[in-house]
């Protein structure tokens, strides 16, 4: 691997850093199934590197300028941004290493509140300056002032148009998902633009330096607080003193139970144009549900 790959660790390294950095070893780390990532051990200690022959040259720009926004707000920790660019025909992204530690006492508690800080942050309307990437797929921020008109034409809209345009749903389909537009004023509250990380799952933070809370990989934007908390549910969900801590922090409306699913329709549609149509079960149950 460090052979192979020797010259281009040390180009993003060069470009990074401005200096010459001599790579020691490297090995593969988990970082997801779109991107590949590994652990650089240097004579300047250990850095993160990930990067991908074939995705769209500015999406580890917009990562990167999601990370920076959120670290920004000094409220959630997170990797630092270290550099960006092109080696070898290759786009890269050079962050600061988080070392896994056992987790602190308070973990969750802590995470809880932090994550109910930060979605204090708003913005005057729903999106953001610069579209991003959720994922590999892009992911349209252009503002708007309803919540509900965002997330129906930059969210649900657009995944469901790609679906379609991929053969992965029928016009049928699409005709009975759109039904639930509809009904989505008598369901979601409404509630100023809040900052959020936007694609926060378990794999997408960990127990970093001093067994707290790091959160990674955003696909930010100024949205509805109550879809990041919905997304934390899709896969298993985080620890019950995660939500009870960001309950007490900043209370959700009454009722948030019942809308979880409607929120992650748009997670679900996602990954239905990443990984295949076997997601479309979950969506099929929401539908019955609400229709």
Known sequence: MLDENSGFFESALFQSLGQKVMVKSSRFVSGGCINNTLKLETDQGPFFLKWNDNADD??????????????????????????????????????????????????????????????????????????????????????????????????????????????????????????????LPGILPEEPPALLHGDLWSGNFMVGDGGLPFIYDPAVYFGHREIELAFTRLFGGFDRAFYQSYHDTCPLEPGFEQRVDIYNLYPLLVHVNLFGSSYLSGINQTLRRFL
Do not use: T
Not at 60 to 71: C, H, P, T, Y
């Open 58 to 183: 500015d999406m580890f720009d917009k990562e990167a300028q999601g990370l920076e926004l959120l670290a920004n707000q000094n409220l959630m920790n997170l990797p630092a941004v270290l550099g960006r660019g092109k080696a070898d025909g290759r786009n890269f992204l050079l962050l600061s290493f988080i070392q896994k530690s056992p987790p602190a006492p308070h973990f969750w508690q802590v995470f809880g509140s932090s994550l109910a800080n930060l979605h204090k942050v708003s913005s005057p309307r729903f999106g953001l300056s610069h579209n991003n990437y959720i994922g590999r797929l892009p992911q349209n921020n252009e503002e708007k002032d309803s919540w509900i008109d965002f997330f129906i034409e930059r969210r649900l809209e657009v995944q469901l148009g790609l679906a379609i345009y991929n053969g992965l749903v029928d016009k049928d389909f699409a005709k009975r998902f759109r039904l639930i537009y509809a009904q």
